[in-house]
């Protein structure tokens, strides 16, 4: 049960936005007393909601003015404004240049998809509704976690419907792409005799195969084309990819 109930808030955590993971095991670390995590939690949860409230258009995150392009990649204004502000609101360690840190996050995530696109790796529209289906069930058999998503929905001034069919498909479409494309480095590891197979789940051989990974994305990403739109190169004059 206790399981269970780890799996699904962290689950919460990672529907709200990959690029506030981080900040969420960051509140854990710092304060080991679960009520100070629930408030915290709590705290982050109703802070997003309340900046989707006020950015509902930057949902879009594929329309309007693009800021730069990797391997010929759009990243959109609208998607690194939402990223942009989920991480702020995620009440995250000040961070000195959030503009540049934000735009190195879209890098990497648009290199992960340029690979993605070279091994044919897709996400259906199928798979997308099945993993959500499967979300709002386990959300429902657990009344704690489903109570914050409600919150955070309600605060936000979304519809259930709009927050599924809108916000988190845009996550679950990154998370799904994300899984196969590092399955499949994974498999082309073992494959080569670069990585051992296993089936064990202890900290040792993945913090292995996550090595492995971030080690051929990195090397993707120092290799990646990336244009800055003129219209933005003042704001990212100190840009640098690390």
Do not use: C, H
Not at 163 to 172: A, D, L
């Amino acid at each position: 049960m206790q399981r269970k109930k780890i799996f699904l808030l962290l689950s919460l955590i990672i529907i709200l936005s990959l690029s506030i993971v981080t900040a969420a095991f960051s509140l854990s670390a710092k304060n080991p007393s679960n009520e100070a995590n629930q408030l915290q939690l709590n705290n982050v949860f109703k802070n997003v909601g309340n900046f989707l409230r006020g950015n509902k258009d930057k949902l879009q995150v594929d329309k309007g003015d693009i800021i730069a392009k990797v391997n010929n990649i759009p990243i959109y204004k609208s998607e690194f404004e939402l990223r942009k502000g989920l991480t702020l609101a995620s009440d995250a360690e000040i961070i000195s240049n959030i503009d540049n840190y934000i735009l190195n996050k879209l890098v990497r995530e648009k290199v992960e998809e340029y690979l993605a696109s070279s091994y044919n790796l897709k996400v259906s529209q199928d798979e997308i509704n099945s993993y959500i289906e499967k979300e709002k069930k386990e959300f429902a058999d657990y009344p704690e976690a489903n109570q914050m998503l409600q919150e955070m929905i309600s605060a936000s001034g979304m519809t259930s419907e709009e927050y599924w069919n809108t916000y988190e498909k845009y996550n679950v479409k990154r998370l799904l792409l994300l899984d196969k494309l590092y399955n499949t480095i994974i498999n082309n590891g073992i494959r080569s005799g670069k990585l051992e197979k296993t089936n064990s789940t202890t900290f040792s051989p993945q913090s292995e195969y996550k090595n492995y990974i971030d080690n051929i994305i990195e090397q993707y990403v120092k290799q990646a084309k990336i244009s800055i739109n003129d219209k933005y190169k003042d704001m990212f004059k100190d840009f640098t990819v690390n």
